[in-house]
């Protein structure tokens, strides 16, 4: 195993901290694919069993390792405590598509400037672009740096300056084009998994498999009645397991669909302001933002306007939040780190909703588009439930233990009746029937039937109580549980929040509780005026929104909120002294 990685180039895939990955290049050999697809006929399609359990040893056996600027094929390694691996295929895209609309050459000035990734990534003069996908997210091979890098986000090392003064204007349809092809479309696809797939994938589990192999002896030892009974109840399991798995594919699926459909105005530097569907968005475009009560389809940073946004999408609390413009600041640091205030404050995220946008000078909200398809907010988000963390519970060490221990036993039990079967003058098959026969007593066949049925009980009974699990695996794990930790915020309390009372500070010290259950209102004074004025609220489309504390707070003073036009017709009314 060490000297595949020896040989082969590592290198680390920039998916962050959380999940990194190591990566190994591979070129397949035609010699070791012969003899692979050899192997697999001479044992009765074992070998390719082997492979999908194994990817690693799928790739071992059928290529040599190599450079990543040579690979046709990649193997992934998580850096975490499991050590898992995983197999892709390097994919090719070619600009070539794009020849008969722009002529594109080697010498083209988009494709010659090599300060963004896109541009790094494009081979030349062949125009052709190296690829793998790991979990929805694109990586492009990097010519300069020699290393795979994540597509379909602008460049970190941007400046603000940089990002004012190269989109602040929108791209050309050129520009559009070749990134649209690179990046892929905005579009958060969750495909609804085939039946049959996902019966296959359940079938080829391991338990299954041994069950298979017992029911096939017990048959042959005419031990009808019992396998029978397994046949049944693996028939029950897998069948309850692919309709789970598919209605939650369906769920999924509808959940994230509409992010598809939404229609906004990009700003091109040559064709102007234009309606386009949200999955022709790249990064680097420019979004005009107009009118209230809208999605964003995409991860965006604000540069012109400003915007009040609901991100309980992402933070589970429907507190409008104010967006302010990325200041345009004569500096080469990244625009991340520019200022010590959080970057955030700049970001319009996907998934959130815009309730209020205001122009500035120019008079139009402007933002440019930071992130597309599942590299956004709501794309991670989906991500998290589509590849869930592995998980390391002591109760499936310990269970794995217990596998480990009853296999151990099968094996002393197989050979002494071998022992036993042989010294007794037995025929050589019937040898070999008890000797099996042993290892389906030690390890139990209906093990993984019975355990899957249990998990889907309690799911069941879970779901008519209101409670959903999108891992179900750690329902075995409740049984153990002593303490559960809550954190009281608005997504496990009600919404709302009731004011009982204020107690007025004065005179070095606490004066008397004001009651408002009483239904006496607040006496004028420093705290009604605080009461009044010291908060974040906003009156939109005559509704006062902002923080429900701070709500509850201007509800109990009495006051009226009245929008800035309001007020200046009525001064104006107002006669002067």
Known sequence: MGDHFEKGQHALLN??????????????????????????????????????????????????????????????????????????????????????????????????????????????????????????????WNNLEGQFQKIGSLEDWLSSAKIHLKFGSGLTTEEQEIRRLICGPNTIDVEITPVWKLLIKEVLNPFYIFQLFSVCLWFSEDYKEYAFAIIIMSIISIALTVYDLREQSVKLHHLVESHNNITVSVCGKTAGVQELESRFLVPGDLLILTGNKVQMPCDAILIDGHCVVDEGMLTGESIPVTKTPLPEMN???????QSEADYKRHVLFCGTEVIQAKGACSGTVKAVVLQTRFNTAKGDLVRSILYPKPMNFKLYRDAIRFLLCLVGTATIGMIYTLCVYVLSGEPPEEVVKKALDVITIAVPPALPAALTTGIIYAQRRLKKRGIFCISPQRINVCGQLNLVCFDKTGTLTRDGLDLWGVMPCGRNGFQEVHSFASGKALPWGPLCAAMASCHSLILLDGTIQGDPLDLKMFEATTWVSLSPKILRSFFKATPTQ
């Open 15 to 140: 998916e962050g901290e959380e999940n990194e990955m190591e990566i190994f290049g591979y070129r397949t050999q035609s010699c070791r694919k012969t003899l692979c697809l050899a192997g697999y006929v001479f044992s009765f399609g074992i070998l390719p069993l082997v492979f999908y359990w194994r990817p690693a040893w799928h790739v071992w056996a059928n290529c040599i390792p190599c450079s990543l600027q040579e690979a046709d094929v990649v193997l992934l390694r998580t850096t975490d405590e499991f050590q898992t691996y995983s197999r892709k295929k390097v994919a090719w895209i070619c600009l070539s598509a794009l020849n008969s609309t722009f002529r594109l050459t080697p010498d083209h000035p988009l494709i010659t400037d090599e300060e963004y990734i896109i541009n790094r990534a494009i081979r030349k003069p062949d125009l052709k672009v190296r690829c793998i996908k790991v979990q929805k997210i694109r990586y492009v």
């Open 331 to 337: 500096s080469s640091v990244p625009w991340k780190t």
